[in-house]
């Protein structure tokens, strides 16, 4: 029986075994027996912020780039940018609508959006996203790699990047000081 868990938090254990995803939020934008695919939102990319990400790739705007940090989405296609925003602004037939509250856009014209007066009310970007083939997530859920949670605007778009684990844990009644890597047994 598969489960879908489009728009729903992955938030790493600490038997999650790879670094790259230790301490991990992550938003799942699709999920099928396919694949699934989401985007990591509480690690900041170090030396760049989205102003200097405009400059690079010229990207002009009417009221120029938010000041704000550039998340590190995932190991996959990292030189890809990808905008999680609030559903007030669609893109006809680039926009991924996750969940009824949270979409995905994944176009050059979102970033000129961003920086304009028609900009959706909250937005984050990020470069690359975290990817799970045919059955790969299934098999992490059941080994105790990843708990589900359900996202909420300061765990999507808050920037108290260094709290965000803490924070998913607690909402869903986790004291994360008590978690460990092995359990026990009977």
């Given amino acids: 029986m598969n489960t879908d868990l489009t728009g729903r938090l992955l ?3 600490p038997s999650i075994g790879d670094p790259l995803f230790s301490r991990s939020v ?3 934008c699709a999920h ?4 699934a695919m989401g985007i990591v939102l509480n690690k900041p990319r170090t030396g760049i912020r989205l102003p200097e990400l405009f400059e690079q790739l010229d990207v002009t705007t009417e009221l120029g780039a ?3 940090c550039v998340l590190d989405g995932g190991p996959v296609s ?7 925003h609030t559903d007030d602004v669609i893109s006809e037939g680039a926009t991924l609508e996750i969940d009824g509250v949270f979409c995905m856009t994944a176009t050059r014209d979102m970033l000129e959006i ?3 007066s028609a900009a959706p009310r909250k937005s984050v970007l990020a470069l690359g996203y975290s990817g799970w083939g045919a059955g790969q997530l299934e098999v992490e859920l059941a080994a105790n ?3 589900v949670g359900n996202p909420d605007d300061e765990l999507v778009f808050g920037d108290d990047y260094s709290q965000k684990w803490t924070h998913a844990l607690s909402r869903m009644g986790v004291d994360s000081g008590r978690l460990q890597i092995d359990g026990g047994s009977a």
């Fill in 32 to 35: 099928s027996p396919d694949f």
């Fill in 78 to 84: 990292t030189e890809r940018g990808f905008v999680i």
């Fill in 11 to 13: 938030i790493a254990l």
């Fill in 145 to 147: 790699a990843w708990l």
């Fill in 26 to 28: 992550i938003l799942l």
């Fill in 114 to 116: 961003i920086g304009s």
């Fill in 66 to 68: 938010p000041d704000t």
